[in-house]
């Protein structure tokens, strides 16, 4: 799943896969490297992302979920440029206090939900098999420089992210979630809306993030070329070396 189209086009790149029209959504269902997968593009907000992954699950019966797109950081150790792979997330606008604390989902008892170890663990492997490849392709294309020429190198981070039906764009409102939310890594837009219904299905959820922006005043600037140049041939580069090694995995499982 991916929220921005430029994003799922350059996954719609490598895969082979037919369109199929449902709920304002075309699902690509096809095969990429001998998986079986479906591709989707969500559109934003958390109402969107979850009536797709509800869809992903209930029509085409996927079995796992796996999120790629891009958030603003709400710290300072994560730089544009760096990638969070989520263990955790969190809808940072949900308030039914005093009803149920505030971030809790109602009558659910929960207001974090973490992500699946397993697919977890294989994200953050694509994600580190691929960096130093990525990095020096960005380095060779002036992207790197475009970042601010940045010395440091791509960092991969793992921890809670939040999502809410809101752009952050405002350095005293990321601030404030901050305070509230210490923990926090990173902020977008989806991720803990697909984590809630997969939690309620039962399926494994994992979520990669690439950082276009400081979720402050200068944060959409930053977002739509970051999405093109960046993060959107970064983002399908991870998933397709995700893609790889299950298949990898799978055909040595089926050896032994
Ligand atoms: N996605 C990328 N940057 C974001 C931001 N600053 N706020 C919410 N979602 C985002």
Known sequence: MSAMPQELSCILERLQAQPIERGSRTYWQGQWMGQSVVAVLSRVGKV?????????????????????GVAGSLDAQVHVGDVVVANALLQHDVDASPLFPKYEIALTGKSIFPT??????????AVSQCLPEIQSKMQSEGL???????????????GLILSGDQFISSASKSEELKRQLPS??????????????????GVPFA??????????????????????TVAAPFGAHVIEAFVAQRGESQKGQDRA
């Open 144 to 158: 790197w420089q475009q970042l601010g020429s940045r010395a440091r190198p791509i960092a991969l981070h793992q």
């Open 207 to 228: 979520a990669l993030r690439i950082i276009s922006d400081r979720a402050n005043d200068s944060a959409h600037l930053d977002f739509g070329q970051f999405i093109d």
């Open 116 to 125: 699946d170890v397993q697919l977890t663990q294989e994200l953050t492997g």
């Open 48 to 68: 969107a992302a979850a009536t797709t992954a509800a869809c992903l699950i209930e029509h085409f019966g996927v079995d796992q979920v796996v999120f790629s």
């Open 184 to 201: 926090a890594l990173a902020v977008e837009m989806e991720c803990a809306a697909v984590a809630q219904v997969c939690s309620d299905y």
